[in-house]
């Protein structure tokens, strides 16, 4: 069952572009980030107050395909489905789409993992929750 | 003789830092990408100047591996070597090291590619002699 | 007349907060930016297309007060009011407001210009038109 | 003896360049910020270790004026000046001069405080004495 897919819709803001005019390579990674914490947070697994009690959701490896760039006032679509990679290990695939002609502009897959306050891998039992229920 | 090594140095700065009080996963591109600018540089292709001409270098595909996290007063070095990936492409295979003690903190390969004033790919004659230098 | 209100509504994003879990000091100047091109873009003024042309709009001077910190999960409004301030430079008063509690995060007033081809202060008529407007 | 002038150099990165191809206008404070930083850490005064204990520094306000835009491939120095302001205020007097020719491009006065455990104004001892030394 995991084919839900969660997604956000934000707009490109002026000072995210760069001297070529275009959306700048590392903002597409706040993008896919900012979605993921909002898919986790309505979850109810919150990224801050995780970190707080010494819980960190951290990234192992990320995978981005730059297909055509955002441009100022573009406005898109940040979608993100979950799936189990290993005991310990989660990925998200998620896309950047512009809205005005639903075309991809960047692909990514994100994998994470969870560190607990020993600072080894171990994904809590409400993070596992949602990865299973998808 | 693909095995020239340019690195820079560099220190994070607290805002690069979040709410985990480690370097933000986006900021390692910023990184990574000033590395590869400082190096086109000193080899005679200026990024920002390019973009004026209207030839662009854009990224079509970066992967990251995050190993272990920059904290606030780390200094760390950014190293690059450059290979030809086919015809029209490019990869910069590059290392974020923290200088206390060596230690690979991120490995990056980053594919990138020429636009010409047309938008088509094509790798301008400059680029091409550096790629074929190394 | 000068009394019309433009207003954003947005949300902190995780990557935006630092060290001591709060919205860095430097992003609500991109919170602040982002209202002034949205107002002036629906006014009729974009900011990337007039870059393109070679007029450029540009902060003078910054002042910003910091009244108390948003945090992650916090939605708030960047509203704005435009104001002449002498015959080539205009004055943006914006708030940032809390939405939880309408409470006044951070107050501006940004004094800016517009620069024309010849780099001389010059306010484009589409522009003094939206000022004496409001 | 207030005069003593701490400053650190750094380099334009790419990313750090707009639309207009300048550095964007939050950038500087980004800058401004890892040079206040900079100095508290060689004064003994770390702002990550302080958050850690619960000891936040923060800007109450913040006044710049923008002279002259930093462009790709400008070096600059960013230099402060530390005064007393108030019993549990103090302002850093900040410039970021260009490299080639000396130029002022923005000049900055930045107000903090520090609030202790409980969120009262409250400058620790350290940093008094750092205020005092200078």
């Known amino acids: 069952m995991s084919n839900e897919v969660f997604s956000i819709q934000l707009a490109v803001r002026d000072y995210e572009c760069d001297i070529q005019?275009?959306?700048?390579?590392?903002?597409y990674q706040n993008y896919l980030e900012h979605a993921r914490h909002e898919f986790l947070k309505q979850a109810g697994v919150d990224?801050?107050?995780y970190a707080k009690k010494g819980i960190h959701l951290v990234v192992?490896?990320?995978?981005?395909?730059?297909k055509s760039p955002l441009k100022s006032g573009d406005t898109f679509i940040v979608d993100l489905k979950l799936e189990r990679e290993s005991k310990v290990r989660?990925?998200?695939y998620q896309n950047v789409l512009r809205i005005a002609d639903n075309r991809v502009m960047v692909k990514g897959k994100i994998i994470g993992t969870a560190l607990n306050q020993r600072g080894r891998p171990e994904?809590?039992?409400a993070l596992n929750r949602i990865i299973e229920d998808r």
Chains 1, 2, 3, 4 share one sequence.
């Open 90 to 92: 989660f990925a998200f």
């Open 60 to 66: 192992v490896r990320a995978e981005l395909d730059y």
């Open 21 to 27: 005019g275009i959306v700048n390579n590392a903002v």
């Open 47 to 49: 990224f801050a107050e």
């Open 123 to 125: 994904i809590p039992a």
